[in-house]
């Protein structure tokens, strides 16, 4: 699976808004954030209640989230073309995972970002870490606290980001929020959500929603059908996550790394099309033989044999990871910047 850097810059910032966090104040804290980030419950209200919360949020949970939400951008620039955002509306952003990685995609769209959320110990953290960016995108971005749940008014904007939020309100605040997006959004919008079944039964739901609304699902899904995934099954992918040092501390782990699982849907309002095909399980790699495992349309899950013999084809097929299109997008690498 992809390993997601996370920018200097932003590892750098972090380092030094959180060098005062002891690591076992900080686990407490995870300890009761995981609960809730798992759950099934809407809490209709805020997850991150202060500034503790909000730290411990921030070294624990705001890499994977932008790990997540990069990738998903990844997949979505391979199909969007030439198309580039000039305003970005991070709903749910918090601390400004999202922000980070819209800047990131798009590093010379030169647009503005505006990230609304409920907790004003989230938006004051996530603009102190602002101030240490390199990107102008994120360094100029606008905090503003908003209320998530009813019937939101959003401002008219290009991408609109629905990141890890959607799981924190009951399900009539869901609708409208997405709606909302939906109405805002001139270009796309984009929603991510954690990996698990629940995670993706708001992820299928918001894709619904959005193709009402007059929008074309780009990513991960080939087609804008009923998805072809049933019964105990789910549809979700992986990004590896570098681990900050802080990170480590309170997870009391070794490895640098770990492994964030999640859903999510890009769907845009322009002139594009999806992949043939997308990839929905490890490849597995055999003597002289790869196995994918494909969604493809009209919708349908089904597996294709790549064999050596297949040359070229065959190549391609033992770099390609989970999550990524098939046949590959020429000229391109899946985090949706061009390769040489």
Same mark, same amino acid.
């Given at each position: 699976?992809?390993?997601? +850097?996370?920018?200097?810059?932003?590892?750098?910032?972090?380092?030094?808004?959180?060098? @005062?966090?002891? +690591? @076992?104040?900080?686990?407490?804290?995870?300890?009761?954030?995981?609960?809730?980030?798992?759950?099934? &419950?809407?809490?209709? /209200?805020?997850?991150?209640?202060? *500034?503790?919360?909000?730290?411990?949020?921030?070294?624990?949970?705001?890499? *994977?989230?932008?790990?997540?939400?990069?990738?998903?951008?990844?997949? $979505?620039?391979?199909?969007?073309?030439?198309? @580039? +955002?000039?305003?970005?509306?991070?709903?749910?952003?918090?601390?400004?995972?999202?922000?980070?990685?819209?800047?990131?995609?798009?590093?010379?769209?030169?647009?503005?970002?505006?990230?609304?959320?409920?907790?004003?110990?989230?938006?004051?953290?996530?603009?102190?870490?602002?101030?240490?960016?390199?990107?102008?995108?994120?360094?100029?971005?606008?905090? &503003?606290?908003?209320?998530?749940?009813?019937?939101?008014?959003?401002?008219? !904007?290009?991408?609109? &980001?629905?990141?890890?939020?959607?799981?924190?309100? %009951?399900?009539? #605040?869901?609708?409208?929020?997405?709606?909302?997006?939906?109405? /805002?959004?001139?270009? *796309?919008?984009?929603?991510?959500?954690?990996?698990?079944?629940?995670?993706?039964?708001?992820?299928?739901?918001?894709?619904?929603?959005?193709?009402?609304?007059?929008?074309?699902?780009?990513?991960?899904?080939?087609?804008?059908? !009923?998805?072809?995934?049933?019964?105990?099954?789910?549809?979700? $992918?992986?990004?590896?996550?570098?681990? &900050?040092?802080?990170?480590?501390?309170? =997870?009391?782990?070794?490895?640098?790394?770990?492994?964030?699982?999640?859903?999510?849907?890009?769907?845009?309002? $322009?002139?594009?099309?999806?992949?043939?095909?997308?990839?929905?399980?490890? +490849?597995?790699?055999? =003597?002289?033989?790869?196995?994918?495992?494909?969604?493809?349309?009209?919708?349908?899950?089904?597996?294709?044999?790549? @064999? =050596?013999?297949?040359?070229? #084809?065959?190549?391609?097929?033992? #770099?390609?990871?989970?999550?990524?299109?098939? %046949?590959?997008?020429?000229?391109?690498?899946?985090?949706? !910047?061009?390769?040489?």
């Amino acid at each position: 699976m992809p390993t997601v +850097p996370l920018p200097d810059d932003l590892r750098a910032a972090l380092a030094d808004q959180l060098r @005062s966090t002891a +690591p @076992s104040a900080a686990s407490a804290q995870v300890e009761r954030l995981m609960v809730s980030y798992r759950g099934t &419950t809407p809490t209709a /209200a805020p997850i991150l209640r202060d *500034a503790a919360d909000v730290a411990a949020y921030a070294a624990y949970r705001m890499p *994977a989230t932008y790990a997540a939400v990069r990738t998903a951008l990844g997949a $979505f620039r391979l199909r969007s073309g030439d198309w @580039s +955002p000039q305003t970005h509306l991070d709903l749910g952003g918090g601390t400004g995972a999202a922000t980070w990685a819209v800047a990131d995609a798009w590093q010379d769209a030169g647009h503005r970002s505006t990230v609304l959320d409920w907790s004003q110990a989230a938006l004051t953290l996530g603009a102190a870490l602002a101030k240490a960016a390199h990107t102008p995108a994120v360094r100029d971005a606008e905090w &503003t606290r908003q209320p998530l749940g009813g019937t939101p008014r959003l401002p008219r !904007t290009d991408l609109v &980001t629905v990141s890890y939020v959607l799981g924190e309100l %009951p399900a009539a #605040d869901r609708e409208s929020l997405v709606t909302a997006a939906a109405e /805002a959004a001139g270009g *796309a919008v984009v929603v991510v959500e954690p990996g698990t079944p629940e995670g993706y039964a708001r992820v299928i739901a918001a894709r619904d929603r959005l193709i009402a609304a007059g929008m074309r699902v780009l990513a991960p899904c080939p087609h804008d059908d !009923t998805c072809p995934v049933t019964g105990d099954d789910w549809c979700h $992918f992986a990004s590896r996550v570098q681990r &900050t040092a802080l990170h480590r501390q309170i =997870k009391g782990a070794s490895l640098p790394y770990e492994d964030e699982k999640f859903s999510y849907v890009a769907a845009a309002r $322009f002139p594009a099309g999806p992949a043939d095909a997308r990839v929905v399980r490890h +490849p597995q790699i055999r =003597k002289g033989l790869v196995l994918l495992d494909l969604c493809v349309r009209p919708p349908a899950l089904t597996r294709t044999t790549v @064999s =050596k013999r297949q040359g070229a #084809d065959y190549r391609a097929a033992r #770099d390609t990871e989970w999550g990524d299109p098939w %046949p590959p997008a020429a000229g391109s690498g899946e985090d949706g !910047t061009p390769q040489p």
